[in-house]
Each structure stands twice: as C-alpha cells, then as structure tokens.
C-alpha cells in the first residue's frame, strides 16, 4: 500500500500568498496539502469567496486533509481560540463567547469550503484541568464541529505543563467517546513529551485521526521547541519504528502530514523545501 503524503504549509511559511503554495506543493509531487486558517483568511481579504476558496484544491488537484488549528477549547466549556500560526493562545477581554464561538463557525465554513475531513485541537499548554472537564468540553467542541461532517484531531503536545503525552491524550478521547473526536499524533510532540511505544500500542486504530511527521535535532527531550524540527532521516526520532506501529499496526491509512517549523529552512528556497521534504519522507518509509 501506497502511503499518500501531505505537506503542511507552514513548512514553507515563507510563500504568503495561499495559491502559490497549492502550486509548489502540487508541483513537488504530494497527494495533498494542508493548511493554517490564518493563510485561508489572508487569502479571503483580498477579495476572494469561498467559493474560491473551494476551486483552490479543484484546480491543483491537491485536496486537503486538515485545517488548523482550534485552541483553548478544554477549560473554557469547549469554546476555542482559532489560533494564529505564531501567535500565542492568550485570552483577552475582547474575547467574549459569542465573538470566540461566531470565530468559530467562521473557522468551520473555511474547512467546509475547502472540503477537508479534519480539524486540529490541540491542549492547552499552560492550564491543567482534569480528565472528565477536557472531555466534556471536547465533547462540546465535536458537537459544534459535526454540524459543519467535520472531525477533531486532539494534539497533545510535548512541552505541555500536563497533557504532553498520549495516553492522557487518548484519556480524553476515550472519555469523551464522540464518533467525530479522536487522536493527532505529531512524532515530535510523541517523542519530546516521551510518550510510550506502549501505550501507542493500546489506542485503536480507528482512533489515530491525523499523523504529522518530522524529525528533530539531537537535543536532550526538555529543551526541544517547535523550531528544531528537521526534515526526516536528519535527526534522532525513531520514526521507522514508530510509523510502522501507525501505519501496518494500527492500519492507518489517511495522509501523512509533514509538518516543520524551521526557520533555517524558511529563509531557503520554497521549492527546494518542499521537494526535499516529500524525498526524504519517502526514504522512510520505503523502509517500513
């Protein structure tokens, strides 16, 4: 079986204007591409509707798998932030319910537009909370979400205060036991938060909803950040052993996602990016 790979677009977060990634992700040779709701908005201002926006994936023959990503969801009764890629998650008194949830919807009719399958909700960082609050509010937000035949893929994150692993991750999923809810397992965030072999193994297959890949620099787990990912093949990250869990154990089948935020290789030609990610990501799993 062939595995599809997706590029996420912020691995080339330096081509701004949202068509001309479609076109140098589909010229590098992806099945799909994936997207930060941020570029979708930008795109919109300058005059576009969504049924532009629609047309994008038609015309490119590049269908997209996930939009990003909905944050502070877990301990605010399930009503999210739509991040900005960049920014940090922070309330403000401006950000009443009924702005947060017209966001939203606003965010949803993106996703819709665009005809993707997923969208992304990762932890909070920083609160704690418990297991039965995060659930019920992730129930909340795949309630909202299923209006729109959406689905949630639940990112716990390597440097969390608390969910950075994914066995509390599933936790939630599981308690949260909503057909539209499941994982989004990222190899870096598995492996800087040290999450198990084994308790991947436990999480159904049907549950694993979104795989982003990458790898990392050789730096001990608590000193990891988002910027030192590195193309696969180039750093430490197990990811043969782990995709070959996802992807012949599990029985994953949906796009891989390669996902990198590293600023060295935004200042580096686009295309040379993107043509050496879906190569080197390749390697890998020609292997497995």
């Not at 909503?178 to 990222?186: E, F, K, Q």
Request: charged content about 30%; overall charge negative.
């Amino acid at each position: 079986m062939k595995i599809k790979i997706n590029l996420f677009a912020v691995t080339i977060n330096q081509v701004k204007d949202l068509e001309e990634c479609f076109k140098i992700v589909s010229e590098a040779g992806y099945y799909g591409i994936d997207l930060m709701d941020d570029a979708v908005s930008r795109w919109l201002q300058k005059g576009h509707d969504l049924q532009d926006l629609g047309e994008l994936p038609k015309r490119y023959n590049l269908p997209v798998f996930h939009l990003g990503f909905l944050s502070e969801w877990q301990t605010h009764g399930g009503i999210p932030l739509v991040c900005r890629f960049g920014e940090t998650a922070v309330r403000t008194s401006a950000d009443t319910e009924e702005k947060l949830t017209r966001e939203m919807h606003e965010f949803f009719k993106h996703a819709s537009a665009l005809k993707c399958e997923y969208i992304l909700a990762p932890v909070t960082t920083e609160n704690e909370g418990t297991v039965e609050e995060s659930a019920e509010n992730f129930r909340t937000l795949c309630d909202a979400a299923a209006e729109y035949n959406l689905k949630c893929g639940l990112e716990f994150v390597g440097f969390a205060k608390k969910w950075r692993t994914i066995d509390l991750a599933f936790e939630i999923v599981e308690k949260a036991d909503h057909p539209n809810g499941g994982l989004l397992i990222d190899t870096f965030h598995f492996y800087s938060g040290n999450s198990k072999l084994e308790d991947l193994r436990t999480v159904p297959g049907e549950k694993i909803f979104v795989v982003h890949v990458n790898d990392v620099k050789d730096l001990p787990r608590k000193e990891m950040r988002d910027s030192d990912r590195v193309l696969p093949g180039e750093g430490i990250l197990p990811l043969r052993e782990l995709l070959s869990i996802i992807i012949k154990d599990k029985g994953y089948n949906r796009p891989l996602s390669l996902e990198l935020f590293n600023e060295e290789y935004w200042k580096d030609d686009p295309v040379k990016i993107a043509k050496a990610g879906i190569e080197s990501l390749e390697k890998i799993l020609f292997r497995i």
